[in-house]
């Protein structure tokens, strides 16, 4: 399990986290919600050790993560598709899927889990050869997320993975993100879509200017009235 308790980080002056408790169990799609600058992409970059929080603790099945170097949290089994899918533009898919098991010895594996990634996306498999920058931005992300679970993942956190992509390739990434998590995955999702977000999550937290304001199960949120006013356009 994965579990951040009073966690806080400022930029400078300003408050980003203001003291969150957060749990992200085994095997569960947990979902982070709220508006811009709530403070979401900062959890998750403080999990991935991208910021240093002022104070809290972030632990991994009991063992602390804060102070540990970014390839010892990926090598923990904590890896972050960013926001913005950030692909390898001048390099192929494959060699962008390649990247994703840097940390990894295993030949045999890495071939079974890019032929695994080419079953979850087809069509990373009929443009393995083409240069990662000359795909749509849904392949781009299907590409981002695949590279992703190359490093065999334990806990698989997205920022945004909706952001700027078609409605019916949401609803393909969404897909793809319960299959994962079917097969034993565990994903930390941040999302905006709210309404998507909260469909799929076992459990949802609303963040509002780095508090947490609500908890609960996914579709509990949904129904929620607050929730439905602030993020569901209700």
Known sequence: MLKITDLHVAYGGI???????LEVPEGKIVTL???NGAGKSTTLRAISGLVTP????ITYNGKQLLGMPINKIIEEGIVMVPEGRRVFPDMSVLENLKIGAYLRKDKAG???DIEWVYTLFPRLKERNWQMAGTLSGG???MLAVGRALLSRPKVLMMDEPSLGLAPLIVRDIFSIIKEINKQGMTILLIEQNANMALHVADIG??????NITLKGPGKELLRDENVKRAYLGH
């Open 110 to 112: 890495i071939a079974e």
């Open 54 to 57: 002022v104070q809290g603790s």
């Open 15 to 21: 408050k980003a986290l203001r003291g969150i408790d």
């Open 33 to 35: 919600i709220g508006a």
């Open 139 to 141: 392949e781009q992300q």
């Open 205 to 210: 937290y609303v963040l509002e200017t780095g």
